[in-house]
T-cell receptor, first 115, second 117 residues
Framework: AQSVTQLDSHVSVSEGTPVLLRCNYS??????LFWYVQHPNKGLQLLLK??????LVKGINGFEAEFKKSETSFHLTKPSAHMSDAAEYFCVVSNTDTGRRALTFGSGTRLQVQP | DGGITQSPKYLFRKEGQNVTLSCEQNLNHDAMYWYRQDPGQGLRLIYYSQIVNDFQKGDIAEGYSVSREKKESFPLTVTSAQKNPTAFYLCASSTFRGVGGPTDTQYFGPGTRLTVL
């Protein structure tokens, strides 16, 4: 079975300061990991994806995430927050061992960016 | 302009009624998915389909039904048997490279917010 834990339900940062959104996963097999962002009443947009290539994954809008197998973590970071980054962020895991191909979502982290 | 469209954006249902949510994609994706999102929670899988004329139950399929008659379309019906249907519904699609292959990125539509009156 696979699962995802997002360690913070809310994170608040000031504009221009670094962002860290934490995610731990549990997976029986080599997982694929994703970060998605959701703005209010919108669908989800893919930020980045890890699929067993480079452990440091660069995404859109200056975000990146590092896959650490020993820590079973996939934390999302950005060097400098922008007001437009305020949204809900979801860490997601998918295993390749089943035909289902569905995603297991974390419960989300709401990022607030203060001016 | 490729993408996934969902309609309507907002939907109101009286208790005891069935309603159908539309999902269309022009990305030529084989697989399509329906998720439900409740406030403060992640998404939960309702149904998925990896090929036309075939679909599988997800984690919370009770009270829902789907069809996949065309590759582009995957409508979801919320039946009167669904006890608590008020939620935000998201449709997604992806390519599908088979069991054991890499996980394909899922692309999401803008969602439909269903409210039961």
């Amino acid at each position: 079975a696979q699962s995802v834990t997002q360690l913070d339900s809310h994170v608040s940062v000031s504009e221009g300061t670094p962002v860290l959104l934490r995610c731990n996963y549990s997976s029986s097999y080599s997982p694929s990991l994703f970060w998605y962002v959701q703005h209010p009443n919108k669908g989800l947009q893919l930020l980045l994806k890890y699929t067993s290539a480079a452990t440091l994954v660069k995404g859109i809008n200056g975000f990146e995430a590092e896959f650490k197998k020993s820590e079973t973590s996939f934390h999302l970071t950005k060097p400098s927050a922008h007001m437009s980054d305020a949204a809900e962020y979801f860490c997601v895991v998918s295993n390749t061992d089943t035909g289902r191909r569905a995603l297991t979502f974390g419960s989300g982290t709401r990022l607030q960016v203060q001016p | 302009d490729g993408g996934i469209t969902q309609s309507p954006k907002y939907l109101f249902r009286k208790e005891g009624q069935n309603v159908t949510l539309s999902c269309e994609q022009n990305l030529n994706h084989d697989a399509m998915y329906w998720y439900r999102q409740d406030p403060g929670q992640g998404l939960r899988l309702i149904y998925y389909s990896q090929i036309v004329n075939d679909f599988q139950k997800g984690d919370i399929a009770e009270g829902y039904s789907v069809s996949r008659e065309k590759k582009e379309s995957f409508p979801l019906t919320v039946t009167s048997a669904q006890k608590n249907p008020t939620a935000f519904y998201l449709c997604a699609s992806s390519t599908f490279r088979g069991v054991g292959g890499p996980t394909d990125t899922q692309y999401f539509g803008p969602g439909t917010r269903l409210t039961v009156l």
